[in-house]
C-alpha cells in the first residue's frame, strides 16, 4: 500500500518566521489532506489538496501529484501554530494512511 | 452544521473488560472511519462503514469490531481489553468514498486500559 513520510520530524521557530513542511508519498493519490492535531487531540482540517494550490490565510499546500510530494507553507508563525502537524493519503482504498507527523513549536 | 461527535471523551477501563465507543457524523454523510492513534504507532486505520456495511478493515485483531446504523451513527466495541489498548480513538466521516473525498474528524475518545 501507499506510505507518507513527513520531514522534518520537528521544528522550532520564533513567532513571525516562515516555514515549510513535507509529504511525501509512494504512490499516486486520489486524497490528500493535511491536518493539526490541536492539544486535546482533535485533528483539524487544514487542506484538502489532492493537486495544485491552495491558500488559507497564512498556511498555504501545494501538491505536486506527479512528483508525490506536497508542501504545506506556515508564514509569520504564531504561537497558535504550535502543535503536530499531519499529511494524510489515500489512493483507491478508502482508508487515509498517515504520516508520522510534524511537531512544531513556535516561541515568542 | 455541526461537526463529528464522539461520546464518551475519556474512557478507564481494566484489563479484560470491553468498551463501546459512539460516533455521529456530519449529518449527510454516510461514510465513518474509526482510526486508532498511539505514540508508537502513529493513527492507524481500523474500518470504515458506509451505508451500515463495513467495506474496508485495517490490520487489528477480531475483538475490534463495529457497526454502522441507518442514520449512519456508528459504533466500534472492543472486547476483552489489553493495556496495548490505551489510545485515542479517532472517527471521521465523509460524504461518499473516503479516498475521493474530505474526511472530517471528531474530538476523540481517549481510552486508558488499568
Known amino acids: 500500500g501507499i506510505q507518507v513520510e513527513q520531514s522534518p520530524p520537528d521544528l522550532i521557530l520564533q513567532e513571525g518566521a516562515n516555514s515549510t513542511l513535507r509529504c511525501n508519498f509512494s504512490?499516486?493519490?486520489?486524497?490528500l489532506q493535511w491536518f493539526h492535531q490541536n492539544p486535546w487531540g482533535q485533528l483539524i482540517n487544514l487542506f484538502y489538496?489532492?493537486?495544485g494550490t491552495k491558500q488559507n490565510g497564512r498556511l498555504s499546500a501545494t501538491t505536486v501529484a506527479t512528483e508525490r510530494y506536497s508542501l504545506l507553507y506556515i508564514s509569520s508563525s504564531q504561537t497558535t501554530d504550535s502543535g503536530v502537524y499531519f499529511c494524510?493519503?489515500?489512493?483507491?482504498?478508502?482508508?487515509?494512511?498517515f504520516g508520522t507527523g510534524t511537531r512544531l513549536q513556535v516561541f515568542p | 452544521k455541526a461537526g463529528v461527535t464522539q461520546t464518551p471523551r475519556y474512557l478507564i477501563k481494566t484489563r479484560g473488560q470491553q468498551v463501546t465507543l459512539s460516533c455521529s457524523p456530519i449529518?449527510?454523510?454516510?461514510?465513518v472511519s474509526w482510526y486508532q492513534q498511539t505514540p508508537g504507532q502513529g493513527l492507524q486505520f481500523l474500518f470504515e462503514?458506509?451505508?451500515?456495511?463495513?467495506?474496508n478493515k485495517g490490520n487489528f485483531p477480531g475483538r475490534f469490531s463495529g457497526r454502522q446504523f441507518s442514520n449512519s451513527r456508528s459504533e466500534m466495541n472492543v472486547s476483552t481489553l489489553e493495556l496495548g489498548d490505551s489510545a485515542l480513538y479517532l472517527c471521521?466521516?465523509?460524504?461518499?468514498?473516503?479516498?475521493?473525498?474530505?474526511?472530517?474528524f471528531g474530538p476523540g475518545t481517549r481510552l486508558t486500559v488499568l
Open positions: 449529518s449527510g454523510h454516510r461514510s
Open positions: 462503514y458506509f451505508s451500515e456495511t463495513q467495506r
Open positions: 504512490d499516486s493519490v486520489n486524497n
Open positions: 494524510a493519503a489515500a489512493y483507491n482504498t478508502d482508508k487515509l494512511i
Open positions: 489538496i489532492p493537486s
Open positions: 471521521a466521516s465523509s460524504p461518499l468514498r473516503p479516498s475521493y473525498n474530505e474526511q472530517f
